[in-house]
């Protein structure tokens, strides 16, 4: 597929998003920016145009999606009833980034809100948005445009690197200016709850409308989000692939210094996420530094704006440097809130010991280990357990073979989009278990890692009856067939060999 650009130019003429709205309208998926983050859109109406956003996306299912008006005008349908409190808080903060929680109305299908009976709507105020909005002329649906688990996109380019060639549209009107996604209030409850804290805070909403509103986790002690009613509640967002640590500032010791006590010894490859001013201090330190840092900057002095601005475009620029280990400034306080949530996110990520990762090898990356990656996540990836793969002797980014696509479909699987990755050290680090499709491939693993060659294993160590797996390249589909076969009945086989290790 090819990704067709739209390059926005102001001022905005509403005439050149004709085509695109059209698109977005008729089925089309578009990614396009908004004042928080950019958004991957489709229509609210169309069922199976929402349903390729969480496949694109990799989304879970029971993650509801917000819908993005115009105005309060096009709120008939969508929603059911309107409380009172709504109307004064749009007039506060309405176009902009926040997210109201009301009924849903009966033109809203299932797949919007996960089958609940509430519906997210929010009224974005960035210009090109309201203008593809306008154009589109439906309710349209727009998660952020990252594949799951990523950082949002702040960038075109962003979109880009997660959905170039995958989707048909991308709207490109330079960064947003916020950086952090939209606040989410769920007015259905008394007192109206931030579901998730954005720029828009309980103080903010106070100072402006008179009206009080706590935070959903202030109140549901509980237990576990089941069925989260917004985004953000439930799953992991914002993680790059790299560890994040939070360095917060103390008081008495500057923040150069807090970086240089928590980098010192550091055997890894360290990314910054500073201001201007704190790199500067960095560089008259710089010889107590083991290594020079990969550093990413915002402008000035210490700023919780500036901050949250490149806060997405930080983790995924430091993530392209390769580097292990990123240090981003934390802020305190109550408009810091936001900030935090999202930082903290990224921080937890690697160490939720409640999802562990099996690396699936082959030689290529495109036949075997990813078939074996799919079926194991089809299956197992709500069980506390995640697979990826990778090749020996590959190049990133190509595509896997149609027949394992095909043969992958045939089991009800989506595997489009799955493309090859080398293996590397750091692969080899993170993970849980690396599984080889054959005995040599885990001999020559272990070889190359011997530090690592414990948590090596092949196919055929997995059971008495699993084997190796023959490379079905460049065969015909029925090759391919009894490759899926053989992988789908060892993967029972190997989900209780995991059980039965002790990986701690």
Known sequence: MDTRVLLVKHPIDESNFDEVGKALASGSVVAFPTETVYGLGASALLPDSVREIFRLKGRPADNPLIVHLLSDEDLEGVVSSVPDVFHVLYEAFSPGPLTY??????????????????????????????ALLAAANVPVVAPSANVSGRPSPTRAHHVVDDFSGRIPWIVDDGPCDVGLESTVIDLTRQPIRILRPGVVTAEAIFEKTGIEAVFWKDIDQDGEVVRPVSPGMKYRHYAPRAAVRVVLPEEGVALSDRLLEMIEGSGTSVGLFISEACRDALRSKADKLPSAPHVYTYEGTSDLSRASHHLFDAMRTLDEQGVDIIYAEGFEG??????????????????????????????????????????????????????????????????????????????????????????????????????????MQREWLRCAAPALKDKIISMADVSERSHDIADPFGETIVSYRRVRDELNEIMQDLYLYLQELDLT
Not at 101 to 125: K, N, Q, W, Y
Not at 371 to 380: I, K, S, T
Not at 402 to 427: A, C, W, Y
């Open 101 to 130: 929680v009301m009924p849903r109305g009966e033109r809203i299908p299932d797949e919007v809100t996960a089958g609940l009976d509430t519906v997210a709507v929010r009224f974005p105020s960035q210009p090109a948005a309201r």
């Open 334 to 439: 109550e408009d810091a809130v936001a900030y935090m949530d999202r930082l903290s996110h990224a921080a937890a990520a690697k160490e939720d010991a409640d999802v562990r990762q099996v690396l699936f090898v082959c030689h290529g990356n495109t036949c075997r280990s990813p078939m074996a990656e799919a079926l194991f996540n089809d299956r197992y990836r709500d069980k506390g357990w995640e697979a990826i793969s990778a090749g020996l002797s590959t190049f990133p980014g190509w595509p896997v073979s149609e027949h394992t696509v095909e043969v992958l479909r045939e089991f009800g699987i989506d595997g489009e989009g799955m493309t090859s990755k080398p293996v590397n050290r750091q692969m080899l680090n993170d993970v849980s278990l690396v599984i080889t499709m054959t005995t």
